[in-house]
């Protein structure tokens, strides 16, 4: 089992002052790297080499986000996502090795929010981290001051002030990415939205580089509420669909 270790970065206040981040990797070189790009943000960084002492270490230590590899000694990332996620509700963003869409929906099914495939920038990985951090803001945010009322599209129940989906009145555990994903597409019921769109809207991202990550919690979100719910309009995006008047 790898020791955890702490950084208290001393470094000038940045977006990430304070945050806490925990990254689970076996590899040494990687772990590393992601490391030191992460206190250089201004992050507090944990590391756990496997997944028993990530869970410990998420126990413990409450991190603000998971940076977690799939394929980990102990039991594998899907394993300390799921336990983790039981505990207390924090983003994860998985890392795999293979450009596996079983993988990465498993992952998003289990609870992670977002997924990078190795390898990947140290660049584009902090950006995500703040991305995913501002996010959980905003929906802190959202939370504090709910919109009031249930949208209801035929048999999809949306409450805002709850963040609960229910479908033929029964509850639907939604991921926060996924409630936020639905919310946005149910904003415009029928209206076909861009996964650029999307990506800016749900991911706060400025660029196309994610979309990918949009089809699969697409994928995700179709099989929770029925694949049906969604359209797809090939080349363009997607659509929530409406019982017809």
Known sequence: ME????????STTTQGAQRRVLVVEDDPTI???????LRAEGFLVQTAGDGPSAVDTAAAWQPDLLILDVMLPGFDGLEVCRRVQAQRPVPVLMLTARDDETDMLVGLGVGADDYMTKPFSMRELAARVHVLLRRMERAALAAATPRSGVLRLGELEIDHAQRRVRVRSEDVHLTPTEFDLLVCLANTPRAVLSREQLLAEVW???????????????????????AERIRTVHGVGYALETPTP
């Open 3 to 10: 020791q955890t270790h702490t950084s208290h970065s001393g």
């Open 31 to 37: 772990v590393d790297a992601i490391a030191a790009r």
């Open 204 to 226: 706060d991202w400025a660029d196309a580089s994610g979309t990918r990550t949009v089809d699969s919690h697409i994928k995700a979100l179709r099989r929770k509420i029925g």
